[in-house]
């Protein structure tokens, strides 16, 4: 059903995605990207708002950072849809990929499988978009629990406070993967193409995704006050 440059490819295509996150999550490397960076103003924010006693400003970007995940997980759901609504089509689209410069033809069954490992992908960044909407949803109750600072209590409320952007570190955390996921489903598409292309497009996707963690201009913005 498939050739060995499409068995080599999609292996290529899990290696990328399992390096680039043991790369970013796991190794010491990953401490200077972006989103390790981003964690640590998630503990200053959590520490700045154990001395306010007006909260309104920490709920309203807490409401933000939900309703953002909430609308990646509505997407998920869309693409999901969307995908399983290629197997009802299945005979148009081959004829319509096989007339692509790139295009190689393919079988009913090859595609299908194609079909439903894209859907898989969706379907994990569901997964870690709900989970990481829940998980903010738990930050704002952690973030209203935090006591009122006092001269009396000041550890309490920096341990309750850390407490908090422990949380919500962890909802980033998970909200990054399912943008990930997203991000290498558009890589997955060439394979609908041709397994070059997908080489192709898994390479280019690991790319950009490296630079704007390691190499962007969104982390030299982070990084200016402490260069300086």
């Known amino acids: 059903m498939f050739k060995w440059v499409d068995i080599v490819a999609l292996a290529a295509f899990i290696a990328a995605w399992l390096s680039y996150h043991v790369a970013v999550e796991r190794m010491p490397a990953g401490a200077r990207g972006l989103n390790i960076l981003m964690n640590r103003y998630r503990l200053q924010w959590m520490e700045q708002m154990a001395h306010r006693e ?17 609308f990646f997980a509505s997407t998920a759901l869309i693409a999901i849809g969307g995908v399983l609504a290629l197997l009802q089509s299945t ?103 041709s397994a070059y292309v997908l080489l192709g497009t898994t390479a280019a996707v690991l790319y950009v995704m490296w630079r704007r963690q390691f190499l962007s201009d969104a982390r030299e913005a982070v990084l200016r006050d402490e260069k300086t």
């Open 54 to 70: 007006n909260r309104i400003v920490d709920t309203t970007i807490m409401a933000s950072l939900q309703n953002g995940t909430a």
């Open 91 to 193: 005979d148009v689209v081959l004829t319509l990929v096989g007339e692509l410069p790139l295009g190689e033809p393919t079988t009913r069954g090859s595609w299908e499988i194609k079909v439903i490992g894209l859907a898989v992908i969706f379907v994990y960044a569901f997964f870690k978009f709900a989970w990481s909407y829940r998980l903010f949803n738990y930050a704002a109750i952690l973030l209203g629990a935090v006591p009122i600072l006092r001269p009396d209590n000041e550890e309490k409320v920096l341990a309750a406070a850390r407490r908090a952007a422990a949380m919500n570190t962890v909802a980033g955390r998970h909200f990054n993967r399912g943008q990930r996921a997203f991000f290498f489903a558009l890589a997955y598409l060439g394979w609908f193409i």
